[in-house]
C-alpha cells in the first residue's frame, strides 16, 4: 500500500549568530543581536544558542574579533553544530577566510546575510538583476575564498597551474558579467524613466523609511490594494505605484519601495539607486516611522543617512508616526519628534486611526503648491469638465449663457498642463493666484 505523497520543504539552515560592536555603538534595546535575528529569520534560517558579543575599540585586522572570542565560537560551535555562522558585521575577505579556517564552518557577514535575502525577495526583472549585480561585485574581491578547497593539494603532481589558472578565467568572466549586468540595467532604468516622466503631470508622493515600519500596510489602506505586507524585514523589493484618490476627489499617486536598514551594504545601495530614485524623485516624501520600536530614533537616523547619500535630504515633508496604537506612552511620541524640521502626523496604519490627518495634510500641502484658477470650456463637453473635477478642487462653477461654463479651481501646474494637452484649444484659463510652493520637483 503507497503512502499518501507529502510536500517537501527546503530545510532551514541552523544559524549561530556572532557580532562584534566597535566603538560607541550599541545594542539594540529589544536584545542583543535582535536585529539579525529578524534577518535570519527573513533568510529562512533557525537561529541556534545565544549570540555571541564582543565590545572592542578597533576590529582585529585578522579576525575582527580577539582570540579568545575566535575560540569561544568554536566552542559553541562544537556545541550546536550549526550550518552557518552569521557575524553580525560586515567582513573582509582575509577576516572571512580566516574564521572559516578557525572555524571549521560556513561563515556569512551581514552584507552576506542582506544580499541573500534580497535574493529571494525579488519579483521584476530589475530586481534581481539588480541583486545579481551587488552580489557579484560583493563576490569579486573574495573569490579566493571560494577556491581554498585547491590549497590542500597545493604541489601535487599535475595540480600546478591550473587552480591559478581557474581563479583567473572566473575573475574574468565575473567582470563581464558586471559589465552586462550594469548595460542590461542602464535600458531598464531608462525605460523607467520615461515612465515616470510620463507620471510627471500628477502630484507623486513617495513612501520611504525603515524596514517594516509599515509602509506597504499604509500603500494598502491609503488606495485600497491588496500588495503583500508582513511582520517581516524587507517584506518589499519592488516599487509599487497605485492611486489615492483623497477625500476631497483629487488623484495622487502613491509609490512604495524597499526599506532601509542601518549599514546597508554600499553594493546594493548603489544596484538599487535606480530603484531609489523612481520614489525619492516624488513631489513630496512621506518619511513612515514605526514609533512603536523601541529603537525608533537609530532607525530614523539610519533613514536620514541613506537619503542623505542620495542628495534627497531636504525632500522629506512630512514625518508619519505610524503604530501609534501601540505606544503606550504619549510622551515618547513627543521625544521622537522633537527637534525635527518636518510636519508630522500620528496614525496607525493597521487600524486606520489617524489617516484624515494625513489626508488632510496632503491636501494642505497640494492646496499650497497649486494655482487657482478661473476656467472657461465647452458647456456641452462633460467629459472635460468630468477631468477639471477629477483632478483639481471645485469652488464655484457658472453656466455662462447656453455655450459656456466657468469653474473657479485650485489645481496644480502638472494636472493642469495634462488638461490642456487634452482639450486641445477648447479650453481657456486664468491664474487668478499663482502657487505659494513650487513643487520640489521644481526646486
Same mark, same amino acid.
Given at each position: ?17 556572532? @557580532? ?11 536584545? &542583543?543581536? *535582535? ?14 544558542? =545565544? ?20 575560540? =569561544? ?11 552557518? &555562522?552569521? &557575524? ?38 530589475? *530586481? ?9 561585485? +560583493? ?70 523609511? +525603515? ?40 488623484? &495622487? ?8 536598514? %542601518? ?10 539607486? @535606480? ?64 527637534g525635527r524640521p518636518e510636519r508630522v502626523v500620528y496614525l496607525s496604519a493597521r487600524t486606520g486611526e489617524g489617516l ?68 486641445? %484649444?477648447?479650453?481657456? +484659463? ?14
Amino acid at each position: 500500500m503507497s503512502r499518501d505523497p507529502r510536500p517537501t520543504r527546503t530545510p532551514r539552515d541552523r544559524v549561530l549568530i556572532s @557580532a562584534v560592536l566597535l566603538g560607541d555603538q550599541q545594542p539594540e534595546h529589544e536584545g &542583543v543581536c *535582535a536585529e539579525v535575528r529578524g534577518l535570519v529569520h527573513a533568510a529562512n534560517g533557525e537561529v541556534v544558542g =545565544e549570540p555571541i558579543v564582543q565590545r572592542r575599540d578597533r576590529p582585529d585586522p585578522a579576525t575582527l574579533m580577539g582570540k579568545g572570542k575566535v575560540a =569561544e565560537v568554536a566552542a559553541e560551535i562544537q556545541a550546536h553544530r550549526p550550518d552557518a &555562522v552569521v &557575524v553580525d558585521n560586515d567582513l573582509t575577505p582575509a577576516q572571512g577566510r580566516n574564521l572559516e579556517k578557525a572555524w571549521g564552518c560556513r561563515v556569512i557577514d551581514r552584507s552576506e546575510l542582506i544580499l541573500d535575502i534580497f535574493a529571494r525577495r525579488a519579483q521584476t526583472r530589475q *530586481a534581481r538583476l539588480q541583486v545579481e549585480l551587488a552580489q557579484n561585485e +560583493y563576490l569579486a574581491p573574495r573569490l579566493r575564498r571560494m577556491w581554498t578547497h585547491l590549497e590542500r593539494t597545493e604541489g601535487a603532481i599535475g595540480t600546478r597551474g591550473p587552480g591559478e589558472t581557474q581563479l583567473e578565467t572566473d575573475r574574468r568572466l565575473l567582470r563581464k558579467r558586471i559589465t552586462d549586468l550594469k548595460r542590461e540595467l542602464a535600458e531598464i532604468e531608462a525605460r523607467k524613466q520615461r515612465e515616470v516622466v510620463s507620471r510627471s503631470e500628477q502630484f507623486t508622493i513617495g513612501l520611504v523609511g +525603515y524596514t517594516n515600519a509599515g509602509k506597504s500596510t499604509l500603500l494598502n489602506r491609503l488606495t485600497g490594494a491588496q500588495e503583500f505586507a508582513a511582520d517581516m524585514l524587507f517584506a518589499t523589493l519592488d516599487t509599487r505605484t497605485r492611486q489615492w484618490r483623497l477625500s476631497d476627489g483629487r488623484k &495622487v499617486l502613491l509609490s512604495d519601495t524597499v526599506g532601509f536598514l %542601518g549599514r546597508l551594504p554600499h553594493h546594493l545601495v548603489a544596484s538599487f539607486h @535606480a530603484t531609489l530614485e523612481e520614489t525619492l524623485n516624488a513631489d513630496l516624501l512621506l518619511h513612515v516611522v514605526d514609533a512603536s520600536h523601541p529603537d525608533a530614533p537609530d532607525q530614523m537616523a539610519a533613514v536620514d543617512e541613506v537619503l542623505e547619500s542620495l542628495a534627497h535630504s531636504t525632500r522629506t515633508g512630512v514625518l508619519v508616526m505610524n503604530k501609534v496604537d501601540l505606544v503606550s506612552d504619549p510622551l515618547d511620541l513627543q521625544l521622537l519628534v522633537a527637534g525635527r524640521p518636518e510636519r508630522v502626523v500620528y496614525l496607525s496604519a493597521r487600524t486606520g486611526e489617524g489617516l484624515e490627518r494625513l489626508d488632510g495634510l496632503v491636501r494642505e500641502l497640494l492646496d499650497a503648491r497649486s494655482a487657482l484658477l478661473s476656467i472657461l470650456l465647452p458647456l456641452a463637453d462633460g467629459r472635460l469638465a468630468a477631468m477639471v473635477r477629477a483632478s483639481s478642487v471645485v469652488l464655484e462653477e457658472e453656466v455662462l449663457g447656453h455655450s459656456e461654463l466657468r469653474m473657479r479651481v485650485r489645481m496644480d501646474e502638472g494636472a493642469l498642463g495634462n488638461l490642456a494637452r487634452t482639450a486641445a %484649444g477648447h479650453l481657456r +484659463y486664468e491664474v487668478l493666484e499663482p502657487p505659494r510652493e513650487p513643487l520640489l520637483s521644481d526646486g
